[in-house]
């Protein structure tokens, strides 16, 4: 029966992991808790068992974005949804009601606050067969999205004691684990514990990539590669299609940089951020949504309303302030399965920043302990997935080969002599030095803080001018990582010598370093590698590239016919399966991943005349 909805609603033929456990642990009437990743399917674990059931499953949701979206993906799939939240009319809030009342709902999403306001209302006139509590993380003060306004929606268990309560969540340590089976009141099973269901936090499909000490016009450079790597789909009329990304950064300041340069490169993109109009922050976030805008440089605020399947890069510009923030925000990127590329920039700047934030704010320790993890991830020499999927409380056995240090295994020299003539600079100081006067002294840069202080009189000024100043960043990163100096952020972020550095300093010990090995940003370069890339798509392909353009216009001329995203017709990963099993009726449609029964109705039969007429073949 389960799988009888799954193919007809969502058109697909078999569960994904604890998919199934979780359906059939609701459907028993009991409580949950679900940690499962961005793109891991977590939707149908609730969707489903809301169709099955008698009544209107009540879905907590904290952004008007994330219910719209979700609610015009379930009415694509012929669901009778629908959201209530503080945007809508006092007319459209009446027509909900009457549905609620005549039982014409199998889900509502409604936020927090609409809820606790109209809990009264709500509660008597729906016969409610589940609540849902998206992004449940929001509820734990240990959290990383603490909402204060999540934390009444305890009170829900009192006023429905028969309807079993499942919280989702992608991202959650164990204390916010427990803390938000404490505050929802969730009921234990038979064995006097609430069940709480962990699915694999890994993405194979997300590479994970970390460069080190970047400058702000090396980081355009990478991120114009990136942009260029994923603007080779084929489009019918020759034209070249950017695909969607997102660049992440820490200030509103630097989202418009980033974007004012990316534009400059002919690349259309824009900012997002809280400091924008809520007129402007909508229509960045609809145009990218549906495919009118390739690239967004936003901030943090951006992105979690959002169920876009066919991002294909995530860029961190800065420094993320913990791993579940990271996790989730390149969790944005391949929902639909396919590949996405994720690179994170690292800085001391960003660090230092950082550190400053975490220590100024209520939660001092806690966010100085995230960022201590968030830095480790950053500076880490073995695989980065193990790290990423350990700090979630999941084991690896293997390396996963799709992260920078799989794919390039640092090879080590004796740096000893590097290291002392660092540490023997920054010792002539009095430890009176952050990176930038340290590498300045190195490198006999005769800045107005070394003439100031007379550093240019040491013994060991320009001692380290064969060493490029980027170079001497990475360098001094991968020694504050081996511990043998540290960063004093009491002292005005001054760097201090570590008992395991004088060691070092003074001939007692030697220290191995990393080679640093830099991408080739120039144009010969990039002309090769994308050269070596085209080679590698070509090598067994069996998908018609140009079919796929044909499709892709297809799906925006319905899209904008009906109003909504692109991906809401079909998902990238869908079109690429039309594009390589090519059915050619309108039964062999109906069996491509991702088209169920509503959908074959709606589009089967201008889907399938494309392809024909694409084949060459006539009616």
């Not at 023997?424 to 002294?441: K, N, P, Q």
Request: charged residues 25%.
């Amino acid at each position: 029966m389960m799988l009888h909805y799954l193919k007809s609603y969502f058109g697909y033929d078999s569960f994904r992991p604890l998919q199934q456990e979780i359906i059939t642990h609701i459907l028993a009437g009991r409580d949950c808790l679900v940690l499962m990743p961005t793109g891991g399917g977590k939707s149908i674990c609730f969707q489903l068992p809301a169709l099955m059931m008698e009544g209107t499953a009540l879905v907590v949701s904290p952004l008007v974005s994330l219910m719209k979206d979700q609610v015009e993906s379930l009415r694509a799939n012929g669901i009778a949804a629908a959201a209530l939240n503080s945007t809508h009319s006092e007319g459209e809030q009446r027509e909900v009601g009457e549905r609620l009342r005549h039982g014409q709902l199998k889900l509502l999403y409604v936020s927090p606050e609409k809820l606790l306001a109209e809990k009264d209302f709500l509660l008597k006139a729906t016969k409610v067969s589940l609540l849902v509590i998206d992004e449940a993380h929001c509820i734990s003060q240990w959290g990383h999205d603490f909402r204060p306004e999540y934390t009444q929606l305890g009170v829900l268990r009192s006023d429905l004691p028969d309807v079993p309560v499942a919280a989702f969540t992608a991202t959650a340590d164990k204390i916010t684990r427990n803390d938000i089976v404490e505050q929802l009141r969730l009921q234990p099973i038979a064995t006097g514990e609430v069940k709480v269901f962990v699915s694999s936090f890994d993405r194979p499909n997300l590479s994970l990539d970390v460069r080190r000490g970047y400058s702000a016009d090396e980081k355009i450079r990478v991120i114009m590669d990136l942009i260029r790597r994923h603007s080779l789909s084929e489009a019918t009329d020759g034209n070249v299609v950017m695909q969607s990304g997102i660049v992440y950064c820490l200030s509103r300041k630097t989202t418009e940089e980033v974007a004012t340069k990316l534009c400059a490169r002919g690349v259309d993109a824009r900012p997002y951020h809280a400091g924008m109009s809520v007129r402007d922050r909508e229509r960045v976030q609809d145009d990218f949504a549906n495919d009118r805008l390739p690239v967004v440089c936003a901030t943090i605020a951006f992105g979690m309303g959002i169920d876009k399947s066919n991002v294909r890069f995530v860029v961190h510009y800065n420094l993320p302030k913990s791993m579940e923030g990271f996790y989730q925000e390149i969790g944005r990127g391949g929902r639909d399965g396919l590949p996405c590329e994720t690179i994170l920039f690292y800085n001391v700047g960003d660090l230092i920043a950082l550190r400053s934030f975490a220590d100024g704010s209520a939660q001092r320790e806690i966010n100085n302990e995230k960022l201590d993890r968030m830095q480790e991830y950053a500076e880490s020499q073995v695989c980065r997935r193990r790290i990423l999927l350990n700090y979630f409380g999941e084991a690896m056995d293997h390396d996963c080969g799709n992260c920078d240090v799989c794919k390039n295994p640092p090879t080590r020299f004796d740096g000893t002599m590097l290291v002392q003539k660092a540490l023997s600079a920054l010792a002539r100081t009095s430890e009176m030095a952050g990176f930038r006067l340290v590498i300045d002294i190195l490198r006999g840069n005769c800045s107005p803080t070394v003439r100031e202080y007379g550093y240019d009189k040491l013994k060991t000024f320009g001692v380290g001018r064969d060493v490029p100043a980027r170079d001497w960043q990475d360098y001094l990163l991968q020694m504050l990582q081996l511990g043998l100096f540290e960063i004093d952020y009491r002292d005005d972020s001054h760097l201090k010598i570590t008992g395991q550095g004088r060691d070092v300093l003074f001939g007692r010990s030697k220290v191995q370093l990393a080679v640093i090995v830099r991408e080739d940003l120039s144009v010969k370069g990039r002309k090769k590698r994308m050269a070596a890339e085209r080679q590698l798509m070509l090598v067994g392909q069996q998908e018609d590239a140009v079919l796929f353009g044909k499709l892709r216009k297809l799906r925006m001329q319905v899209a904008i016919s009906l109003g909504v995203a692109p991906y809401i017709v079909f998902s990238d990963k869908t079109l690429h399966a039309m594009a390589t099993q090519k059915p050619i009726t309108v039964s062999e449609f109906g069996n491509v991943s991702g088209v169920g029964e509503h959908k074959l109705r709606l589009y089967g039969k201008v889907f399938v005349k494309l392809i024909r007429e694409h084949q060459g073949l006539t009616d």
